[in-house]
């Protein structure tokens, strides 16, 4: 499942939302019970791969892109691995040492049965800056990273330089707390269920995030049949996705002083939310209970988004249209505003 698609069904009409989400509820199945093993990576100019251990007894993935100047690190979102940044972070590499991170129970990183929180998860970043030897970093991280970035503002802001929000800023607290005590319910994603090949899952994500994803991201995030090649299932740990939906915390992100950037594409939660309530396959109760949520997500999203604006700290600035993937589809102008945005913060 990719929660961190959630958002893509804003642009879709409703009655292809009903059954997109009617599809999820068929789609909905096991994954791998280990992680993969780190294999040799076949462009070594590219980065290096190597494991570091960020809690006891758990090691995670790290991708050390090389370069020059203060650390920076990626934290992806839900469902992705570190590699989904092998081409943005190429773009840093002139002004900062590059590190991307693949969170416990996804792709290379060890697979615990628990610690899916944010708490858990922002600590377990701290553990690989630890390991790293860095006293502090930047960070940028996409969807449900935003929390792990925020957690870290909140608790230890003596070891963020500069933040920045891919799309991130969307209240998935309030989501589990809505989710409490209920069934999780179908999560919209790419339904990939039958493709053939790597080529075919390539093409489908392409067209699904607008924009093509990393080879290295394709081979991580998912497993293929090792005879055919044809797609089998999402590499993670099975109780991953719905322990991070479910232990995502609240948290207030008018006390991140900054520097911040955050880019966003204009669209929350609220759609979500709103195909939940015409789903017609789900229980009538649970639609009642989404339908009565879908205002205060709804004007939630809408005070967050005037309060980032006006934050002193804050340059929180909306790509219309770019879509949840902002950097694949938008690949220039984000680049330019996360250079801008560093070069201001490095200013004397």
Known sequence: MRWCLAKALVSIPKRMRTNLVGAALLL???????????????????????????????????????????????????????????????????????????????GASDWPDTGYDTATLATDVLGALDTLGLSKASFAGHSLAGDELTWL??????????????????????????LE????????????????????????????????????????????DAATGAYLRERRHPGATEQSVRGAAIMDLGRVQGPVLSLSDGQGFAGWVEALVAAESLPLEFREKARDFLPDIQQHETDLEDALRRHPGWRHLQLEGAGHYIWLTNRAEVVTRMRDFFAATAAP
């Open 28 to 106: 909905w199945a096991g994954c791998d019970s280990a992680p993969l093993a780190p294999g040799p990576d076949d462009t070594p100019s590219l980065h290096q791969v190597t494991r570091v251990e960020a809690a006891r007894g758990v090691e995670l993935e790290v991708l050390d892109y090389g370069g020059k100047g203060p650390a920076l690190m990626f934290l992806a979102g839900m469902g992705s691995t570190a590699h989904i940044f092998d081409e943005l972070a190429l773009e840093f590499r002139d002004t900062h040492h590059v590190y991307a991170l693949t969170r416990r129970g996804y």
């Open 153 to 178: 503002a909140l608790h230890h802001p003596e070891r963020v330089e500069a933040l920045v929000y891919l799309d991130a800023t969307d209240s998935r607290g309030e989501i589990a707390a809505f």
């Open 181 to 224: 005590g209920e069934p999780l319910p179908p999560l919209p994603f790419s339904v990939l269920d039958g493709l053939p090949s790597r080529q075919a899952v390539a093409e489908r994500l392409a067209r699904d995030l607008g924009g093509g994803l990393p080879a290295h991201e394709v081979e991580q995030a998912y497993v293929f």
